[in-house]
């Protein structure tokens, strides 16, 4: 009885919800005119149900315990120090902020000595720090060690892997540079094996095969990985699929080049062409085989980009991005950067596929910030950064995205950020009272990662209201002021 005499108090709350999230959305303004082309597509999920990050990440967490974690406390037991620093190491593999990175550097530093000699714990050292020439060394000593040692083998190849991302960055000679890829590759032949991967931790092999040291390698050793990955059976069919699709694509900007399409030799394009057929076959090969994952139909964004394909087909494959996760950034930065006026669309477009996210309502997820990151496409291809925020309907939907979002107790985006842009927003408003406010929330301590068009008004704000104990006075020249 009591269940049942609960039921109308929960509907009028559900009712209450709805009620409160569908006046929240109606708030929002059009940021554009329609356009008559513009390919909405399917509807972004926004179904409760719908699998988002956080859901993927333990799958992760499962292999880099069973390779990395339980291998080093196989290899060291009794060793709680190192043991301890290994597990929350890890965990930056797939995610992890400047501060906790910045506090296992420090923990990393004052581990015992048989832990220091540990190849995995250099590796780790290396992915937590921000210091170029030393992550580069702690790569160097990890891959070394790693050749004797009872990890993975696929554990080396990321060693080697990120060792080469290194050198490549600060342009050190060819011969290094070769010798890391050789290493990288000789392991990744070894690491695609049955043992590297469960079956059950497929998802994280293809997370690894998509990381920023692929994406290094890839731009140099596209053909050997094309013929290391062609013989890869013991992983599942989706994944190699996945990752031949990423080698045929990173060939064909290798046969094409960066320049404009006036610098592309005839030869170059045929490239081009050739190789883009072998990725839109492996990429839709993989996607069919595996639908719920977002990563081959966010990459067939690009290949249908480059090889003729219509903005309804690029939409298709993000709306089938979307649908696998929905708060899959790639898919959205490889949207916008489709709809941009070099491409296929306009800053009309871009600014109505904003609109799209921030109607979602998922201020639990990053979605709705996304429009972030249209507002600042836009503003990077304007003559004046800053005019596309004088728009009072941008500067409404920002305001109004950011008050979501400061709402929500357990809110993806960093509040300092939050605050920040707030403050700037009330500034340039007029309201200097509520943007002391959002200041004052953060200690006035703005965060550094504010859109380029707006970091000239966060350098008046805080001339303006900068409180005493900075040292900074009201009225003080822009010379005395923080760079931001």
Known sequence: ?????????AATLLLLIDTGRAATLASFRPSAEPVEDYPAGQAIPTAPNTPVGRNIGPLFAVWSKRVIVDTYQRLHPGDANGLGFVRDAAVCLQSGNDDVRAELTRRGEQLNLSASEDPMVHFLLGLVNNNPAKRENFYRVATAGLRESGYSRFLLFMAAANLGKCLQDRNADAAQIAMADQAALDALKQGLDAESFHGDESSALRWRLDAPSMDSLLKRQAIALIEIL????????WVREFALGRAYLAAAWQRRGDGGGSTVTEAGWEGWRQNLVHARQHFTRSWELNPRDPSAATYMIEVA???GGEKKEMRAWFDRAVAAQLDFFDAYRSYIWALRPRWHGSHEEMLLFGDELLRTGRFDTC???YYFKVVADVASEQSDAKAIYERPEIAGNLK???????????????????HTVSAILDFKAGDL???KGH???????PDSNVDAGLKNDLTKLMRSIAPPATGIANGATTAALPKF
């Open 433 to 435: 009272a509520a943007a």
């Open 400 to 418: 109004l995205a950011l008050e979501n979002y400061l709402a929500k107790h357990d809110s993806p985006l960093a509040v300092s950020y939050a």
């Open 1 to 9: 009885m009591i269940f049942y005499r609960l039921l109308p108090v």
């Open 367 to 369: 979605v709705p910030f």
């Open 230 to 237: 062609d013989k890869a059976r013991a992983v599942p069919d």
């Open 439 to 445: 200041m004052a929330a953060i200690q006035f301590k």
């Open 305 to 307: 980009m480059g090889d």
